[in-house]
Nanobody, 125 residues
Framework: QVQLVESGGGLVQAGGSLRLSCAAS????????MGWFRQAPGKERELVAA????????VYADSVKGRFSISRDNAKNTVALQMNSLKPEDTAVYYC??????????????????WGQGTQVTVSS
């Protein structure tokens, strides 16, 4: 089984930056597509960004394009989400997820095989 542990969440003022990290177990991390999702109170879980195993393909939600950046370091079994110009509407629990299927398109939430427990991001105004 794959274990995913998120870190880096916290409280930040609007306009600030935060960097989330997800550490994964497993021997074949480089073959997993990785995604970041978020869920705010009263809202459905939504895709924030995803990255293919090689790192060659990335996808971003329209709401975060130009502000967030996803990256991975397969040598360290980690994936990061750099969040800049944060807005109050970015407040949510952020989840890291892994999909073991070959990348054809960015997997939807129900296609991911493993999920972390989440890390809280709160953006104050």
């Amino acid at each position: 089984q794959v274990q995913l542990v998120e870190s880096g969440g916290g409280l930040v003022q609007a306009g600030g930056s935060l960097r989330l990290s997800c550490a994964a177990s497993g021997r074949t991390f480089s073959s997993y597509a990785m995604g970041w999702f978020r869920q705010a109170p009263g809202k459905e879980r939504e895709l924030v960004a995803a990255i293919s195993g090689s790192g060659r393909n990335t996808v971003y939600a329209d709401s975060v394009k130009g502000r967030f950046s996803i990256s991975r370091d397969n040598a360290k079994n980690t994936v990061a989400l750099q969040m800049n110009s944060l807005k109050p509407e970015d407040t949510a629990v952020y989840y890291c997820a892994a999909d073991m299927k070959p990348w054809v398109h960015a997997p939807r939430a129900d296609e991911y095989d493993y999920w972390g427990q989440g890390t809280q991001v709160t953006v104050s105004s």
